[in-house]
């Protein structure tokens, strides 16, 4: 097929698969604009466009003469992810500007069709320049065939850009489950690279993936963690330790966790205690919860409520009448869930809580107790279990409180449920669900149409309803500078965002609407993550909140690093109006979130929030 683009009059053909370029400078430099981007009419057009899935529309925009347009169109399909684009994308791989074969790279990483990969290794041997040939690398990852990774294998680290292409391309494929020994025996070796980022990309797939057979570079990663300098590379190590489940792993870990100073890292050593026996990590955890710093004392917590839950002694429902703090309370009722004899204090907090986490958590703990393990126990302890658990969960579907419903749908689907029995009559079920509000309670109205159509026998997931989106409100993007900042105060200090408005304007917008009309403000932390996030912004304040619309995924290749401000979703193109707040690199969200904004001031702050914080109020700056 023969292609052709007109770039500055100049007529370029080129065979589908050929990859050699020039490079060029770009038109249009977005750093020009006085404001942002999108004083540019014809980018609103390529975003709107992007923005109401109009896949056709859109292609016609991949041969415009100026290249500015054509890497905002290769763009769009990243977040629109439609296969359908693949071969006009693929054209593009041969475009004579940088700036577009990366997008047109990036974008068909997005899409992650196998269909793909044979063009992108053609790509790779070809191209020249060494960030758009590591954004290939990292492509093929996301495509991920074993002829991929073989690619990726043998590639020569000799710069910068292409050993970070390599590393997150080894990284997404392993998202996929697309492992070898080979690709693994690569990852160590990069470990030894001077550059702290590919030490980090390394560090974070040693660290993540569980399936991987560490145990011949034992001494590698010991040696590295000892020397190594950047904490996140240790944190991620210490990960990858814990699953040695060897007592010279462990010897070292304890050893480790009281000589480092960085609370992260010691987060990680703990976590990784759940992997041996109680009586060999004691002393550690007991020592964690004398820390003054919460996250270690919140993971240790953790750590012995999910794996040494037969070590907690029977008097902490004792507790909760001295937690004023509902989600702490939440969060102590949770961890009750192994013992049945506290059933009827923890069915009271469930029936009588006004606070809708405490409510919720409540009954994660009671449906926790319904756990095979924990059943027999269960149904020795509770008179009439079965019946009351039927109770429950009626309450809870009846209530058309979105949380409780989403969790008691998905409980009824478990395999050691008699759910037919427990709940014989389900119109109740159908009664619920007609009177859900979509899109804002779509993970439950989701939960439940599901959890019917099992009831009824059906095989096949009922259709859910498609949303509504409001347009992009331009109106607002044209009044922000493209490096806009907003202020979070806080009762710890103060956070400062800068807003990425060339890059998800749509997301900008709804923020930048909210902030103004107050919303956030008095919003609280309502889950915070030790080393991956804070998150909030929930009207309800337990996570199941939302607006009366949703927005759709804007994904670009902005990487989540320590800082990244995200929209949290149920989904694809279900963003609202939660937003959460990275701790340190976590990659697994890059192109699955939209990244809307950066902490450029008060990342010190974000370290030190704790469940239940408030946001006191947030502004934007300038305005």
């Known amino acids: 097929m023969i292609v052709r683009f007109f770039t500055v009059g100049f007529f370029i053909f080129g065979f589908l698969f050929s990859c050699q370029h020039h490079s060029s400078s770009l038109e249009n430099s977005t750093d020009s604009w ?32 100026k290249s500015d347009y054509r890497a905002a169109t290769a763009l769009a399909f990243a ?58 690398l990292e492509a093929m990852g996301k495509c991920a065939t074993q002829e991929t990774l073989d690619f990726l294998i043998g590639q020569s680290c000799d710069t910068l850009p292409v050993c970070l292409g390599q590393g997150r391309g080894f990284y997404r494929a392993g998202l996929k489950g697309v492992f070898t020994e080979k690709a693994t025996q690569k990852v160590v070796s990069l470990l030894q690279h001077p550059e702290s980022e590919v030490r980090e990309i390394a560090g974070l797939y040693l660290g993540r993936f569980a399936d991987l057979n560490l145990a011949t570079y034992q001494q590698d990663i010991q040696n590295q963690f000892s020397k190594e300098q950047n904490p996140t590379v240790r944190m991620n190590l210490a990960q990858a330790l814990g699953r040695m489940k060897n007592p010279e792993a462990l010897s070292f870990l304890k050893e480790k966790y009281t000589q480092e100073e960085n609370y992260m890292v010691k987060v990680n050593i703990l976590r990784s205690l759940a992997n041996y026996e109680f009586n060999q990590v004691k002393d550690i955890l007991e020592s964690a919860s004398l820390e003054k710093n919460m996250h270690l004392i919140l ?4 750590v012995l409520g999910s794996k040494f839950k037969d070590q907690k ?10 937690l004023p703090n509902p989600y702490q309370l939440g969060d102590l009722l949770k961890t009750l869930s192994d013992q049945p004899a506290l059933f009827p204090q923890i069915k009271n907090y ?15 703990a009671l449906l926790q107790m319904y756990q095979a393990k924990n059943l027999e126990a269960l149904q020795k302890t509770v008179a009439d279990a079965e019946k009351q658990y039927a109770a429950i969960l009626q309450k809870a579907i009846e209530s058309q409180d979105i949380a409780l419903i989403y969790h008691a749908a998905i409980f009824l689907r478990e395999p050691q449920v008699k759910a037919r029995a427990m709940s014989p009559d389900i119109d109740f079920m159908k009664k619920t669900l007609t009177m859900l509000q979509l899109p804002r309670d779509i993970e439950a109205y989701q939960e439940l149409q599901k959890t019917i159509d099992y009831l009824e026998g059906r095989k096949t997931q009922t259709e859910f309803p498609k949303t509504t989106e409001p347009p992009i409100d331009w109106q607002i993007i044209r009044t922000l500078d493209q490096n806009q900042k907003v202020l979070i105060q806080t009762s710890l200090g103060n956070i400062t965002l800068q807003l990425k408005v060339n890059e ?25 993550v030790p080393n991956f996030v804070v998150q909030g912004g929930c009207p309800r304040g337990d996570g199941f909140g939302g ?3 949703t927005i759709r995924s804007e994904f670009t290749p902005l990487l989540y690093k320590a800082g990244s401000v995200g929209l949290a979703s149920a989904g694809k193109d279900t963003e609202s109006c939660q937003f959460f707040i990275t701790h340190t690199a976590t990659p697994h969200l890059d192109g699955r979130y939209t990244i809307f904004a950066e902490v450029v001031e008060g990342m010190d702050v974000v370290h030190r929030i704790q469940i239940g914080d408030m946001m006191e109020e947030v502004e934007l700056l300038g305005d």
């Open 34 to 65: 006085a404001k942002n981007r999108f004083v540019d009419p014809k980018f609103r057009q390529i975003y709107d466009l992007q923005d109401q899935r109009k896949t056709q529309e859109l292609l016609t925009f991949l041969r415009d003469d």
């Open 79 to 136: 977040s629109l992810q439609d296969s359908t684009a693949i071969p006009e994308l693929l054209k593009l791989t041969q475009d004579i500007s940088d700036e577009v074969r990366e997008a047109a790279a990036f974008a068909l990483g997005q899409i992650g069709s196998i269909s793909a990969t044979k063009d992108l290794i053609k790509c790779a041997q070809t191209e020249i320049n060494v960030k758009v040939k590591a954004q290939i």
């Open 299 to 302: 993971t240790a917590q953790h």
């Open 313 to 322: 002694p029977l008097n902490q429902i004792e507790k909760i009448d001295n």
């Open 350 to 364: 469930f029936f009588k809580a006004k606070h809708a986490y405490v409510r919720t958590s409540a009954l994660e």
């Open 504 to 528: 998800a304007p749509g997301s900008v917008a709804t923020f930048v609407k909210l902030v103004k009309e107050g919303f956030y403000d008095k919003k609280t932390f309502h889950r915070i």
């Open 547 to 549: 607006l009366d619309y």
